[in-house]
């Protein structure tokens, strides 16, 4: 039984990015994103410049895409979890995930990483904190603080925490 020219093409494709995306985290890892060039990332994959175009714009564009996979992920498995009334195991696997990339992480969250991954990382955990908020509504004590506030203080939390817990060498497993 032969396989339709479209499900072949597609493992092509899926290869092809897999092998763009861990290269690019490879050379981020080693040079650090600011001087990371596309030229780098197609040499280290074995692709022609021109493979690389037909997936993305530029080096920002894989990082976009490769974050928005991330996040798609790790929220398809929260929805799943909401639906079944489990715990989201969303949050933890979005940790296994740092945990395992994390030479990327720790680079792209310091300075020779890319402020825009810091200020996107921090939205989508906001944006999950707001999620979370809005599936067990409280009322707000009458001198607290704005929910907007509270739940961009978490995510600025956030990232300071696993800044640390990377910076620290993951002194403790995600579950924790």
Same mark, same amino acid.
């Given at each position: ?33 600011? $001087?990371?060039?596309? *030229?780098?990332? +197609? #040499? ?5 410049? &021109? =493979? ?65 991954? $810091?200020?996107?990382? *921090?939205?989508? +955990? #906001? ?5 979370? &908020? =809005? ?42």
């Amino acid at each position: 039984m032969t396989q339709k020219p479209e499900a072949l093409e597609d493992l092509r494709v899926r290869r092809t990015r897999k092998l763009l995306q861990q290269a690019f985290i490879d050379l981020t890892v080693e040079k650090g994103f600011a $001087t990371l060039t596309v *030229r780098d990332i +197609t #040499e280290r994959a074995m692709v022609n410049r &021109s =493979t690389f175009y037909r997936h993305y714009l530029d080096k920002y564009d894989l990082l976009e895409q490769y974050m928005n996979e991330i996040y798609e992920l790790t929220e398809d498995q929260s929805l799943l979890a909401e639906k079944q009334e489990q715990t989201s195991p969303g949050p933890l696997n979005l940790l296994k995930h740092i945990q395992q990339y994390a030479d990327f992480y720790r680079v792209m969250l310091s300075a020779k990483g890319d402020p825009h991954f $810091t200020q996107r990382f *921090r939205q989508n +955990t #906001e944006k999950r904190f707001r999620s979370f &908020s =809005t599936q067990t509504p409280t009322e707000p004590e009458a001198d607290a603080p704005p929910i907007d506030l509270r739940l961009s203080c978490i995510a600025y939390a956030g990232i300071g925490a696993t800044t640390w817990w990377l910076e620290q060498e993951q002194p403790c497993p995600p579950s924790n």
